[in-house]
């Protein structure tokens, strides 16, 4: 254990960490006395990159285009549940907005792009 962090949070808060050191900010989605959330996001080449982290085990991580963000339900370019080390991860691999290679169609059921990890 490093500073008394159980030892399985370890990859998750440096996904987190490697969020921060993108430009990610944060949000702390709380309830009375707890955090029931942590909610990053970024902005960059008209698109908005957001996590939702409700646990270890529970993330959703999203891309949207910035234009689209005012309607009711805006449809992400790219979306992903799971731990929070895998979808923080594979976000932060995502191709910029914009840029060849990225997820460029509201609605697509998939891209040409894959993670690092599978790519090989």
């Known amino acids: 254990m490093q500073s008394g962090v159980e030892s399985s949070f370890l990859p998750h808060l440096a996904a987190i960490r490697a969020s921060v050191r993108a430009g990610f900010r944060f949000q702390h989605l709380p309830s009375r006395d707890e955090v029931l959330a942590v909610y990053g996001f ?21 891309r949207y285009r910035l234009d689209e963000l005012d309607q009711s339900s805006p449809k992400p370019l790219w979306e992903r549940h799971g731990t929070v080390a895998d979808v923080v991860y594979e976000l932060l691999e995502l191709p910029p907005h914009g840029t060849r290679g990225a997820p460029d169609r509201t609605g697509r059921a998939g891209t040409l792009w894959l993670p690092a990890h599978v790519r090989g």
Request: charged share 30%; hydrophobic share 40%; proline share 0%.
């Open 42 to 62: 970024r902005a960059s080449r008209g698109a908005m990159d957001t996590y939702v982290a409700h646990d270890r085990h529970d993330a959703t991580a999203a």
